[in-house]
């Protein structure tokens, strides 16, 4: 059971638009701090997508983006591509565990 | 480039010890604080522990305290894990992970490609 509740899955076909929820707690995302995502594709390792809630690294197309309001967050796909198709992370700090928190990922399945 | 390379994952017996290193280029390592996260076969990311860029601070997941130790050799640009008391839940890929902190939240901003740790008899 992890701390951060996403989805199992979700899926959409080429060109729509999929949104991931993470649900947190008031002592993790609803507090002070910040929610990145990661994306895992097939047999690799995490890579850093979203970082404090809404911005992206160097890199990453302007068709994913990321918002946090209360004590969840969202990271949303528009232009949906066959690509996209992976595992999605939350990622947080919990301060009553004193520990970082991950969700427990999401598969993307593109139709 | 920065670039993090894993070491020194196998099988082992539960009980048994095993010590990962990570091999980090690139970057300055002794200015940024280290961590590894797991990720069990067919299963989410899990972080297990931290280290301080001085290694004065080091933290761990509930599910290895007093099992696992973190430590760094900045002389030699080299995070290590050393695991002890290994159980068959141990059984991950391990990843070695550079990390970043951001208004007060850590985030990991370069991975390692994993070294598979497997606790069996």
């Known amino acids: 059971q992890s701390v951060l509740t996403q989805p199992p899955s979700v899926s959409g076909a080429p060109g729509q638009r999929v949104t991931i929820s993470c649900t947190g707690s008031?002592?993790?995302?609803?507090?002070?701090?910040?929610v990145h995502w990661y994306q895992q594709l097939p047999g690799t390792a995490p890579k850093l997508l979203i970082y404090s809630n809404k911005n992206r690294p160097s890199g990453v197309p302007d068709r994913f983006s990321g918002s946090k309001s209360g004590a969840s967050a969202s990271l949303t796909i528009t232009g949906l591509q066959a690509e996209d198709e992976a595992d999605y992370y939350c990622?947080?700090?919990?301060?009553?565990?004193?520990?970082?928190?991950f969700g427990g990922g999401t598969k993307l399945t593109v139709l | 480039e920065v670039q993090l390379v894993e070491f020194g994952g196998g099988l082992v017996q539960p009980g048994g010890s095993l010590r990962l290193s990570c091999a980090a280029s690139g970057f300055t390592f002794s200015t940024f604080a280290m961590s590894w996260v797991r990720q069990a076969p067919g299963k989410g990311l899990e972080w297990v522990s931290a280290?301080?860029?001085?290694?004065?601070?080091?933290w761990y997941a509930d599910s290895v305290r007093g099992r696992f130790t973190i430590s760094r050799d900045d002389s030699k640009s080299t995070l290590y894990l050393h695991m002890n008391s290994l159980r068959v839940e141990d059984t991950a890929v391990y990843f070695c992970?550079?990390?970043?902190?951001?208004?007060?939240?850590?985030?990991?901003?370069?991975w390692g490609q994993g070294t598979l740790v497997t606790v069996s008899s």
């Open positions: 008031r002592s993790n995302i609803e507090t002070v701090y910040d």
């Open positions: 280290i301080s860029a001085t290694a004065d601070n080091t």
């Open positions: 990622q947080s700090f919990d301060k009553s565990l004193s520990s970082w928190v």
């Open positions: 992970a550079k990390e970043h902190l951001i208004n007060v939240t850590p985030l990991v901003d370069t």
